[in-house]
């Protein structure tokens, strides 16, 4: 994918049968392949009706043409998109008509990544791109949607640009060290590092909610035997998943079910009951469930009210959060409520079910009232952690020594760290791994 200005296509649609199958053009010679298909092109914006034809000029199908003139289209090249029937046969033959023409077959995101190089995006809009059509709720599709209108790398420039002023602002106080001021001791300096700090952990925040809307969380739920643990996912998943008996060690295998809380699309992950046993198949089953804490994003300890007879085990993953669930309380009378990460309940009755789910939006900083502001991605969430380690280095080597050039080289590395966020600075390589996880036709 080198951003050649040569001319590729792809179906655009879904694989499989469709209504509507589409196949999309971009580059220097998108109108006059198109027009050898068609026969003639309507102006550009306006769709019309045409029979698409091979090189021998034998008709292929009949359908609709639209044509999108650089640079106001997606990629800012010429761009046409043929909408014919969703035969997997026809679009194969008009992709085949395409490629005769001169065109050739596209990469994975190279629609994408042409509109990144063109300036038409920025990465991080680019990505969203990818988030909204993975989407697996409302709720993040909103979210995707907000990105790719640009609300996430509006707010990255605006730190990009705070970090710039804040660090030029250092190096004319050092570059001329005879004014009666000393900035950098008067306190204005750190004062400003503070704010920059405080933005970053904002932002920091809210993206690592938008990574979780982009990626979905993984729960995992264990506990000792017969607590009710698959209870409790065929309550959240409100249907009859997991097999529930009365006998200990049911469960030998991770069952996973997909559910919504808050518009998050969240995996939970039944485990077999956590206990010594010579069992050799409920021992993998142990084994595997200890496997499945390390993933996960929570967890969920559940335990009988009425004995809360157990502690959570050793060896839990210290950087996870766990919620101590206390079931059964419709066979000991007690109320649904909730404290902090602890929540009573019952699995078999729903009693504080939504109490968990409000608990567990809380927890990652999501609710459905806000639904979170924009999508994120892990890449983002690192560099945004690594400018903040940044700034805080740097203010407190000038708290420690005075040294405003420090301060000054960490505030650099932190606005290049932002840069990487929406390709401001971005090496082929990270273009290279971005984009090959897109959808062919995207």
Do not use: Y
Not at 40 to 59: I, T
Not at 165 to 182: Q, T
Not at 391 to 403: D, K
């Amino acid at each position: 994918m080198s951003g050649k200005a040569d001319t590729i296509c792809a179906i655009a649609t879904p694989p499989g049968r469709g209504g509507v199958g589409v196949i999309r053009l971009s580059g220097p010679e998108s109108f006059p392949i198109a027009e050898r298909l068609a026969g003639s092109l309507p102006p550009a914006r306006v769709a019309a009706l045409r029979k698409f034809r091979d090189g021998s000029g034998g008709v292929i199908d009949e359908g609709l043409i639209v044509c999108f003139a650089a640079p106001a289209s997606f990629t800012g090249e010429d761009v046409v998109e043929l909408h014919a029937h969703g035969s997997p046969v026809v679009l194969e033959l008009l992709l085949t008509a395409c490629t005769d023409g001169g065109a050739r077959r596209a990469g994975p995101g190279e629609f994408s990544q042409r509109a990144f190089l063109n300036d038409r995006m920025d990465l991080a809009q680019a990505e969203a791109v990818a988030d909204l059509i993975a989407a697996g709720t409302e709720t993040a599709a909103r979210a995707a949607q907000r990105s790719l209108e640009g609300e996430f790398s509006r707010r990255v420039d605006e730190l990009t640009a705070a970090l710039v002023e804040l660090r030029v602002w250092i190096e004319a106080a050092l570059d001329f060290p005879d004014e009666d001021v000393d900035f950098l001791a008067d306190g204005q300096v750190l004062a400003r590092a503070d704010g920059l700090i405080e933005r970053l952990e904002q932002l920091l925040a809210r993206a690592d909610s938008g990574r979780l809307l982009t990626n979905g969380v993984r729960i995992t739920i264990i506990g000792p035997p017969n607590a009710g643990k698959s209870s409790l996912l065929n309550a959240l998943a409100r249907r009859d998943s997991a097999i529930v008996t009365a006998t200990p060690g049911t469960t030998r295998d991770v069952l996973r079910e997909t559910i919504s809380i808050a518009g998050l699309a969240v995996t939970l992950a039944d485990t077999a009951g956590l206990r010594e046993t010579r069992d050799l198949i409920e021992a993998e089953g142990v084994k595997r469930a200890r496997h499945e804490m390390q993933a996960a994003d929570l967890i969920f300890w559940v335990v009988d009210s009425a004995a809360d007879q157990a502690q959570p085990p050793p060896g839990l993953p210290a950087n996870v959060p766990m919620f101590s669930i206390h079931n059964k309380i419709d066979l000991t009378g007690l109320p649904p409520r909730c404290q902090g990460r602890q929540v009573w309940l019952s699995a078999a009755t729903g009693e504080g079910l939504a109490l968990l789910e409000q608990q567990v939006a809380a927890e990652l900083g999501l609710s459905e009232a806000a639904g979170g502001e924009f999508s994120a991605r892990q890449r983002h969430v690192d560099q945004l952690a690594a400018a903040l380690d940044c700034v805080r280095r740097g203010r407190a080597e000038l708290a420690a020594s005075g040294s405003g050039e420090l301060l000054a080289e960490e505030l650099r590395q932190a606005a290049d760290a932002l840069a990487e966020i929406t390709g401001t600075m971005s090496a082929d390589e990270l273009l290279g791994r971005i984009f090959s996880g897109f959808c062919i036709g995207k």
